[in-house]
């Protein structure tokens, strides 16, 4: 696994389930578009918040819709993690695959298959 540090600009910002923003961007410097998934909460964007009521409950949608429209067009500093360990042996042992799937599953990256599968 390695970390990429780009310039991006944000072309599109949507909302997913599980608090998960789905972005195409482009890579200012390689002038690459690429699309990348991150947590609402690398944003600074809790879960939930307390209500003018007292209740804590959800971040009305309209809130996270407005953000997202607002982050278009905006250019950011990302980090990538990458999957670029290439010394996987061709038979990996349970506890190797265990092991990656455990720390992949530190980064959102299945929105990204979902919404790929239903491209095609």
Do not use: W
């Amino acid at each position: 696994m390695g970390k990429k540090e780009i310039k991006a600009k944000i072309l599109n910002m949507v909302y997913k389930e599980d608090h998960i923003f789905v972005m195409e961007t482009l890579d200012l410097e390689n002038n690459q578009k690429a699309k990348l998934a991150m947590r609402a909460e690398d944003f600074g964007i809790p879960r939930e918040i307390k209500m003018p009521d007292g209740t804590v409950g959800n971040i009305p949608s309209e809130v996270i819709k407005t953000f997202c429209d607002n982050m278009i067009g905006k250019e950011k500093n990302i980090t990538i993690q990458e999957d670029n360990y290439r010394g996987y042996s061709k038979n990996p042992s349970e506890a190797e695959i265990n092991s990656l799937h455990d720390y992949m599953d530190c980064y959102p990256y299945k929105e990204l298959i979902k919404e790929k599968l239903n491209e095609d």
